[in-house]
């Protein structure tokens, strides 16, 4: 059975009408949800009472980001500059990490959090769930963040060792853009 100009015209008709309510609920659900997700960012407050909050720099009383640049702030204990602390996305294994990293003013770790994270469950999501895993990272130098296997001073997590690798490797990925902005 031949298809006629009419009944041509009739599905291009009633497709454009699709396409054109599928816009107009897409418009309003961004704006809700747009709406909603600069609430709770509000409510949470800006990555500064977030490093308060996680304590990668454990005497810092308030944090200050740093003239010009992206993803550094400055540690003050009282009006002491006592280290730098920041918050960035960086490459995990399945998906992006984001960590929150302190530092003194030599950039010897203070502390790291893992904030969010995607990794397999039950095995890449340890380095976020073991305390242990995070907490040897404080009173290394950039010389020693590496894993133990690399011939780093960080033990990996068994079972977890390329999502602990992802880590590391973040860790000394957001130290070096620490470094070039507070220059």
Sequence with gaps: MAETKDSTVMILVKLTLIAAVAAVVLTATYGVTQAQLEKLAAEAGG???QLLEMGVVPDATKFKLVGGGEICYEAYDGGDLIGYGAMAEVQGMQDILTLAVGVDSDFVVTGVAVVSQKETPGIGDKVQKDEGFVAQFAGVGLDGLALSD???????ISGATISSR???DGVVEII????????
Excluded: A, F, L
């Design 176 to 183: 070096g853009k620490m470094q070039q902005e507070v220059s």
């Design 166 to 168: 992802y880590v590391t």
């Design 47 to 49: 990555p500064d009472k």
């Design 150 to 156: 690399d011939g780093g001073q960080i033990d990996g």
